[in-house]
């Protein structure tokens, strides 16, 4: 007969689980309520799970005191991993999930916020990216992954529209290609390391100096094929435009932003100790995977007529962008990389919010998709404010200073200059100046040309004052990102330099 | 108030353009040149405070924006920025007084005062990064005067000028960024600070990296050949007030930057290039003016013409001594005020006959006598008659480059003369002869609104053109010191001996100073 074992409730450290806990037990909460009295509406889901949010928000800041006095904080037999970045990446993700969660208090009502279940669901997304990012065991991001990406797929079902149905079952059979390559690589390191932690597998393959090279390369490579779907590197892209286009444009801002960042500390965590042994082959593979990325789908963005596929495009270029900072490796360019997402959270989902609060029940008469270019053609003679904080968003993407964005452009491209990374410098410049003309497409249509008649009516048609909030808070972090720079940055820098990335 | 009188020149035009937003339509032009005039005063009063005698930064303010990456907001001027921001407020001034645009004039005059906002900006500001943000700033108001006002063309030389200067500027940061991490390496500590910059000796190949991803920044802005392309398209579509702020301000952003970043940051590199670059700018002399001579529409002409001014700017610039450098600098201004007049007397004929072909004017000095008197003396101006504004500066250009090569300078000079032939004829085309097209003899003279533009143009082009010294000299004390720090960083023996000492030459006061 077995020993029983041991365990004090000390050791376990349960209050790691916290943050998730408490988006887990909203969802829950959401349900029993939704047993006990139907029909709510959807202002009273909004609201609960808005709450939920901040607690779990206020967590996260007391994890965050607590790492920059003690340092890390294990749990769970050091399954869970509190450090800095988790805790950064955690907070992006729920302040992302607060500014998100109030669009759904549109003035038209749409299918998907009559249900409970998408509220629940939201919570259980968030839950899962947190535990994704809080460990560095696999299987746990595996779950973590696998949770939210399925409660990702029903959210983006329920808005209701053949394309959105094409766009879940899309999205679904590719990330289940993904979640089997993600399988298939952490089996690979496994064989060869004898553990699913990172860091344990990260000792092994030091100690024995690569010698299993071979195997390395084949985790590695299915591993990155995992993550360039998730974070729609090129080219494992083709799925975003048609996802981000069937989605609603809230979700599809959300999208882009909030697994992203999840991804991102998943991904540092995997590639950073392999770049840093000095396995060339794989710098070789990142620093192609990026430029491409970064090229390739500004390149494809130019030529796109309808301003939500733009702007999916526009949102991959920007993950290769940032993808950059895994290449680099420096303290400078991950804590640029965490820098470059919290200011493109805002102007992103500012500028997704602006479509948003422009969307018309049924498609234009002779248009074939929501959010054509002609859509916004002399938005300023009709609608001056909303065109203005439309220019004001695509400005900051296009990395004009004094707005946000910039300054996370310049501080990336600052840390590829002080690793010595000349070129790519250079590259992500210049892809700077190729993304210039795309967001100043739109721009010369808000601002130069003439309006189309009969299509004043569907400007705003999807505003209330939540909305309008959402798109005011984007642009005051836009507009006065410049004094939030660096006391964030000296924030990331802590975090990120203590978490010894 | 004085400690922060370059802060409120910034942000004042900018308050005002937001409080503007408010102001009912048909008072908004009033209120447009009340607070444009109030703007020149307080620049004015920039000039009475300021010291002549010194050479170093004045009015400096600094305040930490990101001090965790060595960005601070730092300004200051001196004699070579001094009259750069003057010139600055007023052409906006001048700019919305004479306005004659009357669609949408509102959203025109909002967009002008943001416009001298970043104008200010660029030329007070001392971090490099504070520049480049009023650099960037500047391109949005411009495309939005090009691309709204402009002609049938608009959109597209709204864009191509948007996304040259964007693409030259970010090779230019990416520039600001190795500068930053070289300050970074030397002293540990991150500076975007162009005055802590100066201290700076970088190794000659470095040098000459960076100085050529600055250049590209700058090149495309003044425009240098062959990057002026976007230019003739630009001023060709622009409305007459986009034009003249383009040609008198903005175009003087890429100069100035040679001043204040390329000659003071890369003395060696600047001794190394200065040959090529002297030979692009000669090339764009003698090209822009045969071009200019070809075309058919007054605007162009008036264009191309201060694009092969622009040249003896540059050539100017890259004599690296003090009697070139100072100018250059003066040849700015006076490029400002004369190519600026110049539009705006195109705009003039422009608003009455809505055409700028040549062939369709013909003796209008019988017409419109003022109106001809004025060009004449403008065109004069242009042309670089002496005892008028463009003399002097082109002058001590040449003056300037001469001492580098004398052969160089035969060609530059000659070309200038016969840059003259282009001028003359389009005046000829214009004014003399008979009036041959019916329409041109019901053409009214200038009338009171356009002479309060041209007037105070005039005046100066032919006081600074008699009598320089209250400009040239301030100018000159600050350029002094720029050639010296040249000549003190100066590392190879050929650089040391293009760029001279000046602490021999008695002024010995002028480098102290400096340090």
Known sequence: MLEPINVSMASLNVATLAPMLIAIIGALAILVIDLAKEGLHKSFYVMVALLFLLLDLGTLVEFGGVFLKNGTVLGFFDVMLMDGIAILSQIIIVAGSMLFIPLALTSKRFHEYNYPEYFALFLFMIAGFQFMVATDNLILVFVGLETASLALYTLIALHNRSKSFEAAVKYFTMGALAAGFYAFGSMVLYAISGSVEINQIATVLAEDHYSNIGFVLVGVVFMIAAFGFKLSMVPFHTWTPDVYEGSSAALAGYMSIVPKIAAFVVAMRLFEFLVHSGVVWLQVILYIGVVITMTASNIWALVQTDVKRMLAYSSISHAGFVMAAILIGTTQANSGLFLYWALFSFTNLGAFTMLWVNRQKNLLPGQSSDHPYEKFSGMIKTMPMAALMMALFMLSLAGIPPFGLFWGKMYMIGSAVSAGYTVLALIMALNSAIAGYYYLKLIIFMFMKEPMVGYEKYYLMNASLSLKTIIGIAAVGTIFAVFAVNPLLEVITRFVYNSGY | ?515
Not at chain 2, 163 to 185: E, I
Not at chain 2, 254 to 277: C, E, K, N, Q
């Open chain 2, 1 to 515: 108030m004085l400690d922060h009188i370059l802060s409120i020149l910034i942000f004042f035009p900018a308050l005002a353009a937001m409080l503007g937003f408010v102001v009912a339509k048909d008072s908004i032009r009033a209120y447009g040149i009340t607070v444009a005039a109030i703007e020149f005063v307080l620049s004015l009063w920039l000039w009475y405070a300021y010291d002549p005698m010194s050479s170093g930064m004045q009015f400096m303010e600094s305040a930490p924006l990101i001090p965790a990456f060595g960005i601070n907001y730092l300004l200051g001027i001196d004699g070579i920025s001094l009259f750069i921001v003057i010139l600055s407020t007023f052409f906006t001034l001048i700019g919305i007084a004479s306005l004659t645009e009357t669609r949408r004039v509102k959203d025109m005059i909002i967009t002008l005062l943001f416009l001298e906002m970043t104008m200010v900006g660029v030329f007070a500001a001392l971090d490099a990064i504070v520049f480049y943000v009023f650099w960037e700033l500047s391109l949005v108001p411009m495309l939005y005067i090009i691309g709204a006002w402009g002609g049938p063309l608009r959109i597209y030389a709204s864009v191509k000028f948007f996304l040259y200067t964007f693409t030259g500027s970010l090779v230019m940061l990416v520039g600001m960024l190795f500068m930053a991490y070289f300050y970074y390496q030397a002293t540990g500590m991150w500076s975007f600070s162009i005055l802590e910059w100066y201290r700076l000796i970088l190794p000659e190949n470095f040098q000459l990296w960076l100085f050529a991803a600055f250049f590209l920044g700058f090149a495309i802005k003044v425009p240098m050949f062959p990057f002026h392309t976007w230019l003739p398209y630009a001023h060709g579509q622009a409305p007459t007030i986009g034009s003249v702020i383009l040609a008198a301000i903005l175009l003087k952003m890429g100069t100035y930057a040679f001043v204040r970043f390329s000659l003071p940051l890369f003395p060696d590199a600047s001794v190394f290039f200065m040959f090529p670059i002297a030979a692009i700018a000669i090339i764009m002399i003698i090209y822009t003016a045969m071009v200019a001579y070809a075309q058919e529409d007054i605007k162009q002409v008036v264009a191309y013409s201060s694009v092969s001014h622009m040249g003896v700017i540059i050539l100017g610039t890259f004599a690296l001594n003090v009697e070139g450098v100072s100018g250059s600098v003066f040849l700015m201004l006076a490029h400002g005020v004369v190519s600026g007049a110049l539009f705006l007397l195109v705009g003039v004929i422009y608003d009455r006959r809505h055409t700028k072909l040549m062939s369709e004017f013909g003796g209008l000095a019988s017409v419109m006598p003022r109106y001809a008197t004025i060009f004449g003396i403008m065109m004069m101006a242009s042309v670089g008659l002496p005892l008028t504004i463009n003399f002097v500066g082109e002058f001590l250009s040449l003056l300037g480059f001469y001492k580098q090569s004398h052969t160089y300078t035969l060609i530059a000079g000659t070309a200038i003369i016969v840059g003259a032939i282009y001028m003359l004829a389009a005046y000829k085309k214009m004014f003399f002869g008979n009036v041959t097209n019916e329409e041109n003899k019901k053409l009214k003279d200038v009338n009171k609104t356009e002479l309060i533009g041209l007037v105070p143009l005039v005046i100066l082009a032919i006081w600074l053109g008699v009598y320089p010294k209250p400009v040239l000299e301030p100018i000159n004390n600050s350029v002094e010191s720029v050639i010296q720090l040249m000549h003190d960083k100066a590392q190879s023996s050929e650089a040391k001996a293009r760029i001279p000492n000046l602490s021999d030459a008695g002024a010995m006061k002028l480098h102290q100073e400096a340090h």
